[in-house]
């Protein structure tokens, strides 16, 4: 056994280094039933990393956020290894245990900005009580408002003082998600969750909000954990991209490789229908089929009934799970879009 | 403020139509209330004198402004059986009933709050589907029968209060300048006539507040659940806040807004039904007043209780709308 790493090894950008976030082999169910609904998703974000996680509506990429984070109630880790920084958390009171990261080392973006401010509690009282549940800033303390404006600022709330004292729906839902972004900033995380953090807003708002988020944890050396259904956003704004589908990690991919090289024949199709400036209407592409649903299992490839590429062994090997970790991933036992070398 | 003064202006009007109502009613009463006035005995000659000693000869728009103009004046007539004017019987009867409605009240409030918002907590539970199953019960279950039978076990039986009345015999003469007991007997420093009029209190209240708490539990979990739902609910979690936090100082605050208004709607109903509890319970009171008056035929009487009873239930209602407004001024300036 080799001992302690050799001092090079632990730049940032070195592949070695431990993993923020490390997922091995999860498996996500409802409680209600104990059905499956996500199964056997392996992947990392390192740290200063900004990670995607795409999908279609009901693949299942909320409801494993959601879960892996301790926000849902209907569902339970029901397999798998979570560690944060290097450890462990414990499968039995999972939940409990990821909660006491949550406002500390792990800060959440909500979808919808109109709802995730409190509506009856003034905007500086909701970044005070976050200064204070993860510092104990008092909150009333000039240090905690001095804090606040600071950050309401930072996040570029114009008049910050003012905007300590109004409600909620004073605001545009442009600028809420700021407020939000600057209470999840607030309590200086090391992951930040941003769970389709654009959707409700429109397709100005949604680019100058990605920025804030992107340059914000840039500077702040954040990783970033991004889940949309949004490929352009995604692709313009993540180093690597997580692809769900039925419930399945079907590839991991940097979005440097997109275009490039081969990926997995399911986020090609995705992109194929992506509309871009140099496509005419009728090159937009289609995935023909319905959509599968979370929870398809682990028997098969759940884009098998759809994928042009398919074959007998696509819908009876057992899924391939991505056990090694590494800068790429794919899931297709045919071996399209798998990295060699 | 413009909120404010829309609001009182609405109340106002609102009370026109009390007015108007009120007025309709004792105008629409079969029978002719000279002729009833006048006693069985009375001639023609003398019913026609009475006739136009009440203004009935008038023409109706004329005889509703006489009336307006009276009812501005706190003039409700003289009482047929009380021999009193009217407003001055009122102004005795109504401090027992608010005394029981407030008390009423405040037991409704204390179980419906807290309650509702367990329950929508933990929606789906077994305490939950225990609390729905008592609530259904309490919500069908006739006041009259529920006070009847509180009366009868609690009371009689197992002698933990007292059967009926106001004050037990030996504080009959207990006087005080509010009338409201339960702060007279405080002021001058009974703390025994206290307790003895709490006691006495305790049955009728909870007879009265089974059904309202029952309907406030039900209509707090409903407006506390949608609350649970929303996605500052889980942000406040992501901040890392514990459950009874997000409970007390997120949910709450935001759920009790719209049962508040159904709370406030509840206070002038309960004092409609003071009628049946308080004669069972052989309370004074606007019910049991109310009820006399009806079986003298006292039309004026019955008037004045239904009016001061739709009085209180505007005024509850303004009062909690003004309440809300305190709370959060933004809500309303949007909806």
């Known amino acids: 056994m080799m001992t302690a790493p050799a001092p090079e090894m632990t730049t940032e950008t ?5 993993p923020l976030l490390d997922l091995s082999d999860v498996t996500i169910a409802l409680r209600q039933n104990d059905r499956k609904m996500v199964t056997g998703v392996s992947l990392s974000v390192m740290p200063r990393e900004v990670f995607g996680i795409v999908g279609e509506s009901g693949s299942g990429k909320t409801l494993f956020t959601r879960t892996v984070f301790g926000l849902h109630e209907d569902t339970y880790l029901a397999g798998g290894t979570v560690r944060f920084n290097g450890r462990a958390l414990p499968l039995n009171g999972y939940r409990r245990a990821i909660k006491k990261m949550l406002g500390k080392e792990i800060g959440y973006i909500p979808q919808d900005p109109y709802s995730s401010l409190n509506p009856s509690m003034r ?14 800033y ?53 992951l930040m969750i941003a769970d389709e953090p654009t959707t409700a807003l429109d397709a100005f708002t949604q680019r100058r909000i990605m920025d804030l988020i992107l340059e914000r944890s840039r500077t702040r050396g954040l990783a970033v954990l991004l889940i949309s259904h949004n490929l352009e956003l ?20 940097a979005t440097a490789d997109i275009g490039a090289r081969e990926i997995h024949p399911y986020t090609q199709a995705l992109f194929d229908c992506v509309p871009g400036r140099d496509k005419r209407l009728a090159d937009i592409a289609s995935i023909p089929g319905e959509p599968v649903g979370a929870g398809f299992g682990t028997t098969g490839c759940a884009f098998a009934g759809r994928c042009a590429f398919a074959q007998d062994i696509c819908r009876s090997a057992p899924l391939v799970t991505n056990t090694d970790r590494g800068t790429g991933f794919s899931a297709c036992v045919l071996g399209k879009g798998a990295r060699h070398g | 403020m413009t ?26 009463v079969p029978g002719d209330p ?13 019913i026609a004198e009475i006739r136009a000693e009440m203004g009935l000869d008038k023409p109706v728009a004329t005889q509703f402004f006489i009336y307006l103009g009276d009812v501005l004046r706190g003039d409700f007539g003289t009482s047929w059986f009380t021999h009193q004017p009217i407003l001055q019987d009122i102004a005795q009867e109504l401090p027992p009933s608010l005394e029981l409605v407030l008390v009423a009240m405040v037991i409704n409030l204390v179980v419906s709050l807290p309650v509702g918002l367990l329950t929508a907590r933990f929606n789906g539970s077994r305490f939950d589907d225990l609390v729905r199953l008592v609530s259904i019960a309490g919500a069908g279950l006739p006041i009259f029968w529920t006070a009847i039978l509180l009366q009868q076990k609690v009371a009689a039986d197992w002698k933990l209060f ?6 037990s015999f030996e504080h009959r003469r207990f006087e005080g300048q509010t009338g409201f007991t339960l702060l007279d007997s405080l002021m001058q420093g009974r703390l025994d006539v206290f307790f003895d009029a709490l006691a006495h209190l305790m049955l009728p209240a909870f007879a009265l507040a089974l059904l309202f708490t029952a309907v406030g539990v039900r209509i707090t979990r409903t407006s506390m659940i949608s609350e649970f739902k929303k996605d500052y609910v889980t942000l406040a979690r992501a901040k890392g806040a514990s459950e009874g936090r997000v409970m007390f100082r997120h949910v709450f605050p935001n759920g009790a807004t719209p049962a508040l208004t159904v709370f406030g709607m509840q206070f002038g109903w309960m004092l409609g039904t003071t009628v049946l509890v308080e004669e ?3 309370r004074p009171g606007i019910g049991r007043y109310a009820v006399k008056a009806v079986t003298q035929s006292d039309i004026h009487g019955v008037v004045a209780v239904v009016f001061v009873v739709g009085l209180f239930f505007l005024v509850a209602n303004l009062v909690v709308d003004l309440l809300l407004y305190a709370i959060n001024p933004r809500k309303h300036l949007e909806g």
Do not use: C
Not at chain 1, 14 to 18: G, K, L, N, Q, S
Not at chain 1, 123 to 130: D, F, N, P, S
Not at chain 2, 6 to 14: K, V, W
Not at chain 2, 34 to 46: H, I, L, R, S
């Open chain 1, 138 to 190: 008092p909150m009333r303390s000039q240090k905690a408002q001095d804090a606040a404006v600071a950050l309401l600022a930072e996040v570029g709330i114009p008049e910050p003082e003012l905007a300590f004292r109004q409600y909620p729906d004073q605001f545009s839902g442009g600028m809420r998600q700021r407020i939000v972004i600057a209470i999840a900033l607030s309590q200086d995380p090391e």
């Open chain 1, 123 to 136: 905007v500086g009282r909701q970044l005070t009580e976050a200064l204070y549940l993860s510092k104990g």
């Open chain 2, 280 to 282: 069972i319970f052989g």
């Open chain 1, 14 to 18: 070195d592949p070695a280094m431990t």
């Open chain 1, 234 to 253: 995604l692709r313009q704004s993540v180093d690597r991209l997580g692809v769900l589908y039925g419930g399945q990690l079907l590839n991991v991919a």
């Open chain 2, 34 to 46: 000279a002729y009833v006035a006048a006693g069985p005995n009375a001639g023609a000659e003398k």
């Open chain 2, 162 to 167: 007292p059967v009926a009345g106001r004050l």
């Open chain 2, 3 to 28: 909120y404010i003064l829309q609001r009182i202006a609405f109340s106002l009007l609102s009370l026109f139509v009390l007015v108007l109502i009120s007025f309709l009613l004792s105008h629409i």
